[in-house]
């Protein structure tokens, strides 16, 4: 299989209908404008509880529909086989959610759906927390964060414990295609949407959408804050197609992990101990990264 087009066209006709109720300078709506415009009007989605469904939904004048948190794969699996059996084989089915519905509260349906192999694409867009909600962790909040949930005081130093890596999750589950991508690289994010859209199988796009509300930074910041977290190797970009990682960002050098939390009110409590080991972490994970670039993962 050929890599992602670098550059892609990205379409100038707008789908999402203007003025959705996100909070200002939200990752998601970025994402929103951009997929929609990606996958075409031949697409029906589907959402679970979350600021995407809430915020979203009526800006977006296609097959959309919604429900629980459990049973989102398994609604979105049900559609992608009534297509199939119709004979309709050109219609994009697409899962719209956030990162609580995609790491905790739907894991197991999705999980489920993995292993069968369901032909759909499950894009989470991750704001590590459950931001609808208030701000409470999920599984993918990283160690530090603070939250509503995971305060800082003095008996705690906000979550305690680091996200779970959820494109390696669902790698292990031996699907065609897993992606990571970032609202401060959308071309990066378009291409590979494009290249995985027509793979048959199981498709997933994890997403890092900022959220100046629950991260604390100024709206206009989103983008800056998003390429931050890539340029500092913190959200690696990369893909996973048929187990082969390949890396579709490689910034020469990586920033100092500082200068991508410091902005962020989450982790402004932050010592330089704290700070070191984080630093230990992601050059760790860089390192094994590079090590793995274009091999297969052994899943
Ligand atoms: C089974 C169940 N548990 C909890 C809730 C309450 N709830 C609604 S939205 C939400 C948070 C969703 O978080 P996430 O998926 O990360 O999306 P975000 O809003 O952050 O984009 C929660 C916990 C629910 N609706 N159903």
Not at 214 to 239: C, H, N, R
Request: with cysteine.
């Amino acid at each position: 299989m050929s890599k992602p087009i670098a550059t892609p066209y990205i379409s100038t006709e707008e789908i999402m209908l203007p003025g959705h109720l996100a909070c200002q300078g939200c990752g998601h709506g970025i994402i929103a404008r951009n997929v929609m415009k990606t996958f075409g009007k031949n697409t029906v989605y589907i959402s679970i509880p979350g600021c995407i469904w809430i915020t979203l939904s009526r800006n977006i004048p296609l097959y959309w529909t919604g429900t629980t948190f459990q049973g989102g794969a398994a609604l979105l699996s049900g559609i992608t086989n009534a297509l199939e059996i119709k004979g309709n084989t050109d219609m994009n089915v697409v899962a719209f959610v956030g990162d609580g519905g995609t790491a905790d509260i739907g894991m197991q349906g999705l999980s489920a759906a993995a292993e069968r192999n369901e032909n759909f694409f499950w894009l989470c867009a991750d704001n590590h927390a459950y931001m609808n909600t208030g701000g409470q962790r999920s599984g993918a909040t990283p160690k530090y964060a603070v939250t509503t949930t995971t305060p800082v005081g003095a008996k705690s130093r906000g979550k305690k414990t680091w996200g779970k890596n959820l494109s390696f999750i669902f790698a292990a589950h031996h699907v065609p295609y897993v992606g990571t991508a970032s609202v401060g690289n959308v071309n990066d994010m378009v291409g590979k949407i494009e290249y995985a859209k027509d793979i048959k199988g199981f498709k997933l796009l994890h997403i890092q959408s900022p959220c100046p509300t629950g991260w604390g930074f100024d709206p206009s910041q989103t983008v800056k804050v998003a390429k931050l977290m890539t340029d500092s190797g913190i959200w690696p970009l990369y893909e996973i197609v048929d187990g082969v990682l390949h890396l579709s960002y490689k910034p020469k050098e990586l920033k100092p992990v500082s200068e991508a939390l410091k902005p962020q009110r989450r982790f402004r409590h932050l010592t330089d101990d704290e700070l070191n080991e984080y630093e230990e972490m992601v050059a760790k994970n860089w390192e094994d990264l590079l090590k793995m670039d274009g091999k297969p993962l052994p899943v």
